[in-house]
């Protein structure tokens, strides 16, 4: 995929930006100004500081932009595999010097409004960034990050719970097993039966073999116990300093509030310092390599004979060059984006396999770029076959080229990408700025696309030939390319735990009486610090009162076209036009349901009666971001047994493109067609490799789908078309040779769902007021055009009418080392008063209770409880190496909640995290859509929002008791994970 910075620039929103007020030289808070530039077009002006002291560089973003980030990112560089920076990620957020608590990252997340909080680690870098619309908050969360990473207690206590122990599989019991623990051992163990991981891992350790990338950032499961506590404090010694790390701050709070605090709380304490932290180019091959690696069978997988998979990688230049890494990144789209790209047509339309190899595209986030390209499920015989297609066809290109239209089309996405507005704006470009910049590219180059466009425009006049000439210099005799063959083991699980079993063995019997001794006592402690009650008071927060109780409101401006209902949101959508329709599919046969996913995938993959795909691709791609259509499952806000189920159609386009948006939409509605065999069977192919791979990183959501169906009508319909069922049917229907029957269905629903008779969508339109009148006009011509059937009313919701397969428990049996586990209630819908009490509830337990007795003790990396507004309630854990005491956990979690184990200050807390995401930014393309979508206007959600604010303690209670205790009956419950006869053990 082609990576550029998302350039999202607020032009009608922000104000008109003085002149940049900082110049180069100048001196603020211990930094000196480098540069200081205004980029317009973007309404920003972007500061790059040096700290003086220390060295530590800082880039400042600043913009009319409410929702604040800072970013700060760390240089390092692991020698080993067993997943140090990855562990220290984890430990440096579980206590500090002026926050002595146990995670206090975690604790935060309950005071603040933070509209992100998170921590990762990649393959050279650690990163710790937060965004917040709130000045408090902002001042607060700095606060706890910079001590957090710069100042972290690293205490050995925090180091086995979150990295690895030894410790008694029940941990009051010295006579049970001595088993592996650790939150880091058990989520790096819920990676290694993920192909596309392990394809991913393989490829960067083999393709960069001599420094950091030849090794595991995360941690392999083998190598984690390997690592010491005194190794890891070394490690945070010789990384964690401010001469290793580059900040960034961006939005509309003052500069200098942010530098003041980072100068007085950090910068002062360090001196200057040169890090061995930069990593060398990657010494050349004269000539390229092969390599196989295994991986276990997938038992989803559609064919049980085309397991494998092959890519071809190339080393290419490295990244520092901004330029050269965006032409490199243009080039890698042209070979492989789209159903018209030269690789996409030979290898994914052959047949031989279902879908691109993980990682296929360019990647520019190392200090030298990678493309990679190849097929998975394939035979493994078939290997050379992809191998020669993949070189013949980058060799065909470097000779003819690629056409103009192509060519033009991406430019045009790009330019669409840059006007698109997203509500993480600056997050995002943290993201795409800190890493790159750290390995030496200019940040503000980065940040100048115009420019970085308007070269490539010229050298394109100037030279006819100047892409078939960057093809060839990019791959023809580079030598340095890697052939990547994963091939299925049938017993790699059995060999990845016979090793595990050998390594706990091996530690076990070295144990000496006292080491035993001192194993039970040290379980012991910690298991008494995980249940002590801590003193939280040195924590900042944000008050509950902080929390408005009327926040801004979008609402749509409802009116009637055609006899059709039109909601009209007039927004700063900044030369972008945004087109949403609902088309219920009522009267459908319930048999074709598990059909509808698929349906909406192929629609516009398909192209018409009179356009094949290839040239309606080109279309999309030419004038919109692309017709994308999906399955809308809504809950009534008031019974949750009505529900809606729909296809989603929406779009966006340049306001000067929207008249070949709507003609598009058109065209397909009038002539979808199914008929292309040979493509759909592509794309039915491509899916079910892709949900196939997804069950492993999403097991927890794909648990509580499955646990729900029996609850209620719309949780019934997301298994069957978002859930294992639906991962199970597409999997038989790729191995089905019948691909005209699935055409023929296909096309049924489409008769079904676009058919004047019987169809009766609702549209909405976001749009600049001063393009209004314009879009309605081309919105009035498609509806007379397809003169769809008027709506008794604009929502079509449907009582009953399905039989809900309700089962007490269902184990799932896949080959993963850890599980994921869901169990489910029946409650009540959004608008009712008890709803809101347990939503307050699901957040209270999740992080006061669940949080410390699955994930501290038992060692799941996470867990969780949500109250939805489908009248659901859902417990999860998240790659657990448990699974009956994790059952057993979320009902003592109801027991917690019955007995009132909770203070009021840690209910208020919950309040104030649940506003995290109610009161979000809202990008101007999903403004005042809530009608539009699901009935629910600004009245019930006020109604709502002031009864989570009023919730009070013995409502919680009373929550507990009416709807969660003693359901055992009622509730249902789902194993994901390596279940035996219809059970699981515990780990």
Request: aromatic residues 10%; contains cysteine.
């Amino acid at each position: 995929m082609l990576r550029i910075p998302r350039i999202l620039p607020y032009r009608a929103l922000a104000r008109s930006l003085s002149q940049c007020s900082f110049a180069a030289g100048d001196k603020i808070h211990g930094y000196q100004v480098q540069r200081a530039v205004e980029v317009p077009e973007f309404s920003l002006n972007a500061i790059e500081l040096e700290h003086m002291k220390t060295g530590s560089k800082h880039i400042h973003l600043e913009r009319d932009d409410s929702n604040n980030v800072f970013n700060v990112l760390v240089r390092t560089v692991p020698k080993n595999d067993t997943g140090i920076a990855h562990i220290l990620e984890h430990v440096v957020l579980c206590g500090s010097e002026m926050y002595p608590v146990r995670d206090p990252f975690f604790k935060m997340m309950d005071r603040s409004m933070a509209t992100f909080m998170n921590a990762m680690t990649g393959s050279d870098f650690t990163m710790y960034p937060f965004s917040t619309q709130n000045s408090k908050d902002y001042q607060n969360l700095m606060s706890v990050y910079l001590n957090a990473v710069f100042f972290p207690r690293i205490r050995k206590v925090d180091f086995l719970q979150e990295g690895w122990r030894l410790e008694h599989e029940v941990v009051e019991d010295k006579k049970s097993p001595i088993i592996f623990k650790g939150v880091v051992f058990n989520e790096m163990k819920g990676y290694v039966g993920n192909s596309d991981y392990l394809i991913m891992e393989a490829l960067q350790k083999n393709l960069l073999p001599d420094h950091t990338y030849g090794y595991s950032s995360g941690g392999e499961p083998i190598a984690i116990p390997q690592l010491s506590w005194e190794e890891l404090k070394q490690f945070h010694h010789d990384h964690f300093h401010p001469s290793n790390a580059v900040f960034m701050t961006y939005g509309d709070m003052p500069l200098e509030n942010h530098l003041e605090m980072i100068d007085r709380d950090v910068m002062k304490r360090f001196s200057e310092i040169t890090p061995d932290t930069q990593i060398p180019a990657q010494q050349r091959w004269t000539e390229p390599q092969f390599k196989v690696v295994t991986s276990p069978p997938d038992k989803m997988a559609a064919n049980p004979d085309k397991q494998s998979a092959f890519s071809v990688s190339y080393l290419l230049p490295e990244i520092c060059d901004v330029y050269e890494t965006f032409v490199a990144s243009v080039v890698a789209a042209l070979l492989t984006d789209g159903p018209t790209a030269p690789l996409y047509k030979s290898l994914v339309e052959s047949g031989v396999g279902s879908s691109y190899s993980p990682m296929t595209g360019y990647f520019g986030r190392l200090r030298e770029g990678v493309f990679s390209c190849g097929l998975q499920g394939i035979a493994e015989k078939d290997h050379g076959w992809v191998e020669n297609t993949i070189y013949e066809t980058i060799q065909n290109a470097s000779e003819n080229g690629y056409a103009k239209e192509r060519v033009d089309a991406l430019l045009h996405q790009i330019e669409l990408d840059m006007s698109h507005q997203r509500s993480q704006f600056g997050l995002g470009l943290t993201f795409s700025i800190l890493p790159v910049w750290a390995h030496g590219a200019d940040p503000f180059t980065s940040i100048q696309v115009k420019d970085t466009l308007k070269k490539f425009r010229k050298n394109l006049r100037a030279d006819k030939e100047y892409l078939q000439k960057k093809t060839a210099e990019l791959f023809l005799g580079n030598d340095h390319r890697l052939g990547l063959l994963m091939k299925v083991d049938e017993k790699y699980k059995e060999k990845i735990e016979l090793t595990e079993r050998g390594l706990l063995a091996e530690r076990v019997e070295a144990l000496n009486k006292k080491d035993r001794k001192n194993i039970f006592k040290q379980g012991l402690e910690l298991q008494k610090l995980q249940n002590e009650v801590e003193d939280l008071s040195c924590l900042p927060g944000i008050a509950l009162s902080d929390i408005p109780r009327r926040p801004q409101r979008y609402e749509a401006v409802r009116s009637v076209h055609r006899a059709a209902p039109v909601y009209l949101n007039e927004q700063p959508t900044n030369g972008v036009s945004y087109f949403n329709a609902i088309v219920p599919v009522n009267g459908l046969d319930e048999e074709l349901y598990s059909y509808l996913p698929l349906f909406c995938e192929c629609l516009t993959e398909m192209g018409t009666q009179d356009e094949d795909y290839e040239s309606f691709a080109q279309r999309q791609e030419m004038y919109t971001g692309g017709l994308s259509a999906s399955m809308s499952i809504q809950s009534h806000y008031n019974d949750v047994m009505k529900h809606e189920a729909a296809i989603h159609l929406n779009s966006h386009a340049l306001d000067r493109n929207t008249g070949q948006m709507f003609a598009m939409w058109k065209d397909l509605w009038q002539g979808f067609s199914f008929g292309n065999h040979t493509r759909l069977q592509t794309l039915l192919s491509q899916r079910a490799q892709r949900l196939a791979n997804g069950l492993s990183f999403s097991g927890h959501a794909y648990a509580m789908k499955n646990a729900a169906q029996g609850l209620a009508p719309s949780a019934y319909l997301s298994e069957l078309c978002n859930g294992v069922s639906q991962i199970n049917f597409i999997k038989d229907l790729s191995a089905s040779p019948d691909i005209e029957k699935t055409a023929r269905i296909l096309q049924q629903i489409g008769d079904h769902v676009f058919n004047s008779s019987s169809s009766s969508p609702r549209y909405a339109i976001n749009v600049s007021p001063q393009h209004t009148p314009t879009i309605l006009r081309h919105l009035n011509s498609f509806i007379e055009t397809v003169d769809a059937t008027p709506p008794p009313s604009d929502f079509s919701w449907k009582v009953g009418g399905i039989d809900l397969p309700f089962t007490k428990r269902n184990d799932i049996d896949l080959p993963l080392a850890v599980n994921f586990i869901s169990t489910c209630c029946k409650t009540v819908p959004y608008s009712h008063a008890d709803n809101p009490s347990l939503r307050v509830l699901a957040r209270l337990m999740s992080t006061k209770f669940l949080h410390r007795e699955i994930r501290e003790k038992g060692g799941a990396y996470g867990s969780g409880a949500s109250q939805g507004s489908d009248g659901v309630w859902k417990f999860y854990s998240y790659r657990d190496p448990n699974v009956d005491k994790t059952l057993d956990t979320f009902q003592h979690g109801v027991k917690w909640a019955v007995d009132g184990k909770f203070t009021q200050e840690e209910m208020n807390e919950a309040k104030v995290a649940m506003f995290q995401s109610i009161d979000s930014p809202v990008a101007p393309s999903s403004r005042g859509l809530s009608y539009f979508s699901s009935e629910l206007d600004n009245e019930i959600i006020q109604a709502h929002r002031e009864r989570l604010l009023d919730v009070t303690r013995e409502q919680l209670i009373e929550a507990a008791t009416t709807y969660l205790l003693n359901k055992g009956s009622s509730s249902s419950s789902t194993v994901i994970g390596p279940t035996s006869n219809g059970s699981a053990a515990d780990a």
